[in-house]
Nanobody, 113 residues
Framework: VQLQASGGGLVQAGGSLRLSCAFS????????MGWFRQAPGKERELVAY???????TYADFVKGRFTISKDNPKKTVYLDMNSLEPEDTGVYYC????????WGQGTQVTVSS
């Protein structure tokens, strides 16, 4: 399994970004897919994930602002981020889980105040 994250960048507070994670490998639909993030000097934390059945789970700090979705034929998971805050700055990592975790390389998100 290989994961390629993209879509990060610099945005002003209140702005939006869409992250994408392209999955390479078989049976994408069998994986729980999600996003973590890591801010400078902080531990990596869960942002959101989507189960094989499409059920979504979010960290409290992004509820109502971020939306995770996936496109099984395209083998891609998305993270739509709205109302971004400077506290959302960090490297965002895509992950896939089906018995063992797989990580992408991360994409930088910087939110300026």
């Amino acid at each position: 399994v290989q994961l390629q994250a993209s879509g990060g960048g610099l945005v002003q507070a209140g702005g939006s970004l869409r992250l994408s994670c392209a999955f390479s490998g078989r049976t994408f639909s069998s994986y729980t897919m999600g996003w973590f993030r890591q801010a400078p000097g902080k531990e990596r934390e869960l942002v959101a994930y989507i189960s094989t059945s499409g059920r979504t789970t979010y960290a409290d700090f992004v509820k109502g602002r971020f939306t995770i979705s996936k496109d099984n034929p395209k083998k891609t998971v998305y993270l739509d981020m709205n109302s971004l805050e400077p506290e959302d700055t960090g490297v965002y990592y895509c992950y896939a889980f089906a018995g063992a975790p797989h990580w992408g390389q991360g994409t930088q998100v910087t939110v300026s105040s």
